[in-house]
């Protein structure tokens, strides 16, 4: 079956370290990953999209990783802030749908 | 961008009734979804909103326990009948504008639905 797999687990971090987020996915071949920001009691908000044939996308303080042999995403903020605490979630883009994982959630802690 | 709107933000409902959440976006959009999410999981894909026509159900959604409706390119309901406690959950739409697979997904605030 097919799966998304993100760390269920807290992610807790000093402020200032950068956050690495994990999100593995099987028995998909998705031409694009994208990453979102939720907050408690909100709707997901997008922050990166990469495509199957890019390796790496930066934004700012953000970069993501993509690994179509490992099938696997990597997603890192950099000096990171309290700010910064939120669930962070993937979705892979397969046929015209978007598939999400569970989501990571981050504290920064000042 | 796009921002969406939904209407309720939340309610609390009597099994067996019916309620309609409303997804309202301040611009044209190519594809609108319905998503529910429990706390601590992950989005669930109930639907894509086509414009004028049937929506297209994932598998364990069926139109007749969540009818939806898109009408125009800015707005869709969805109707979540005959309800049960074990539809309590948020509800999400969203929008993508563009070309589906190079844009972003917006999302609205989602609709808190509380079924005793």
């Known amino acids: 079956s097919q799966k998304i797999e993100q760390n269920s687990e807290a992610l807790n971090i000093q402020e200032g370290k950068t956050a690495t987020l994990t999100c593995n996915y099987t028995?998909?071949?998705?031409?694009?990953l994208q990453w979102y920001r939720q907050d408690p009691g909100r709707g997901p908000v997008f922050l990166l999209l990469i495509r199957e044939n890019e390796k790496e996308k930066r934004k700012e303080r953000l970069k993501v990783t993509f690994d179509t042999t490992l099938k696997q995403s990597l997603f890192h903020i950099t000096a990171s802030q309290p700010a910064d605490s939120a669930t962070y979630l993937c979705a892979l883009y397969n046929f015209n749908k978007f598939y999400f994982g569970s989501g990571t959630k981050l504290n920064v802690k000042p | 961008s796009a921002v969406i709107s939904q209407k309720p933000s939340r309610d609390i409902c009597q099994r067996g009734t019916s309620l309609t959440i409303q997804c309202q976006v301040d611009s044209q959009v190519t594809m609108m979804f319905w998503y529910r999410q429990q706390p601590g999981q992950s989005l669930t894909l109930i639907a894509t909103a086509n414009q004028g026509s049937e929506a297209t159900y994932e598998s364990g959604f069926v139109i007749d326990k969540f009818p939806i409706s898109r009408p125009n390119l800015t707005f869709s309901t969805l109707t979540v009948s005959n309800m049960s406690p074990e539809d309590s959950s948020i509800y999400l739409c969203?929008?993508?504008?563009?070309?589906?697979?190079?844009?972003?997904?917006?999302f609205g605030p989602g609709t808190r639905l509380t079924v005793l």
């Open positions: 028995n998909y071949s998705p031409a694009y």
């Open positions: 969203s929008g993508t504008s563009g070309s589906i697979a190079a844009d972003t997904q917006y």
